[in-house]
């Protein structure tokens, strides 16, 4: 089974605060993306990464950057966290060929006091 | 750009209720086409696919068709039960980027 993995289901950081969101997957998937959950707004895209050390820019990239140095690890940061950021964070990674499902995360709920 | 379209919930069902959740998209091409169930403080998993015109997903009692000429793929399922309590989200795909609908919050008496 594919397992995506995230460093913290819950995280509580203080404003001006830089913050890192790990994701770790184990079945060799070439695209990983964040996305960003809020009530009544869906699921928004932040960042995606279709190779090592390649990035996109997704709807809402603002005060916020990415990381992939490895093909398993895709790391979320918030330089200079705000209020505004309170959010739960969601991975995901997919193959680049084929069906193109995505796997998921458990999420980080992450709170910006 | 590519867009989803669902119905807005939350659907309140009693137990043995028939489900149906209407999705439509607009896209170029033919994407394919996905149904995710996000279960209270979980992420989304995969619930059923379709990749090409007439195709029938199914999985744990749910079922949706790729119906190309209507660009839908609506979600069914013929007895609910309390446990698929949870937000659906449907989903295209034809590139890198998926576009998803904001939604539908389920919910299931007994």
């Known amino acids: 089974d594919v397992k995506v993995t995230q460093s913290s289901r819950y995280l509580v950081k203080r404003t001006g605060e830089k913050v890192f969101l790990e994701c770790v997957q184990d079945?060799?998937?070439?695209?990983m993306f964040w996305y960003r959950q809020d009530p009544g707004l869906g699921l928004r895209l932040i960042y995606f990464?279709?190779?090592?050390?390649?990035?996109e820019k997704g709807d809402i990239p603002e005060g916020y950057s990415v990381s992939r140095e490895k093909k398993e690890r895709f790391s979320l940061i918030l330089e200079s966290a705000s209020t505004n950021q309170t959010s739960m964070y969601l991975c995901?990674?997919?193959?680049?060929?084929?069906?193109?499902?995505?796997?998921f995360g458990p999420g980080t709920r992450l709170t910006v006091t | 750009g590519d867009s989803v379209t669902q119905m807005e919930g939350p659907v309140t069902l009693s137990e043995e209720a028939f489900l149906t959740i209407n999705c439509t998209y607009t896209?170029?091409?033919?994407?394919?086409l996905f149904w995710y169930v996000q279960y209270p403080g979980e992420g989304l998993q995969l619930l059923l696919k379709?990749?090409?015109?007439?195709d029938k997903g199914s999985n744990k009692g749910f079922e949706a068709t790729y119906r190309k000429e209507t660009t839908s793929f609506h979600l069914e399922k013929g007895s609910v039960q309390v446990s698929d309590s949870a937000v659906y989200f449907c989903?295209?795909?034809?590139?890198?980027?998926?576009?998803f609908g904001r939604g539908t919050s389920l919910i299931v008496h007994p």
């Open positions: 079945m060799d998937h070439e695209n």
């Open positions: 995901a990674s997919s193959l680049e060929d084929g069906p193109y499902e995505q796997y």
């Open positions: 990464s279709y190779d090592v050390k390649m990035k």
């Open positions: 989903s295209i795909r034809g590139s890198y980027i998926p576009t």
């Open positions: 379709a990749t090409k015109a007439d």
């Open positions: 896209a170029t091409g033919y994407p394919s």
